[in-house]
Nanobody, 115 residues
């Protein structure tokens, strides 16, 4: 069974930086597009960043210039790094990929950014 496991949640100071990782089992991440989403209380999940199967990357406007999504193919892992943190970055972060017409989500990790 395909699994995405996230790590790196916790509390962060505004202005600081963090990194989250999404490690897959039973799926080869380097051949897949992977997205990160953020969900805040009472709202739907919003897309934050994507790395396409071909390597192209894109980000939501609010995090452009402060956020990087990248792969470590040896570890079958996709990372999301963010710096110059703002309280608006608070939320639960999920990674997602798809295979054979099915979406797979990580379990989500809570990030709380204090001002």
């Amino acid at each position: 069974q395909v699994q995405l496991v996230e790590a790196g949640g916790g509390s962060e100071q505004g202005g600081g930086s963090w990194r989250r990782c999404c490690t897959a089992s039973r799926i080869v991440m380097r051949t897949k597009g992977v997205r990160w989403y953020r969900q805040t209380a009472g709202k739907e999940r919003d897309w934050v960043a994507v790395v396409a199967s071909g390597g192209a990357r894109n980000y939501e406007d609010a995090v452009k210039g402060r956020c990087t999504i990248y792969r470590d193919n040896e570890k079958n892992t996709v990372y999301l790094e963010m710096n110059s943190l703002k309280p608006e970055a608070t939320g639960v972060y999920y990674c997602k990929t798809a295979s054979r017409n099915r979406d797979y989500w990580g379990q989500g990790t809570q990030v709380t950014v204090s001002s």
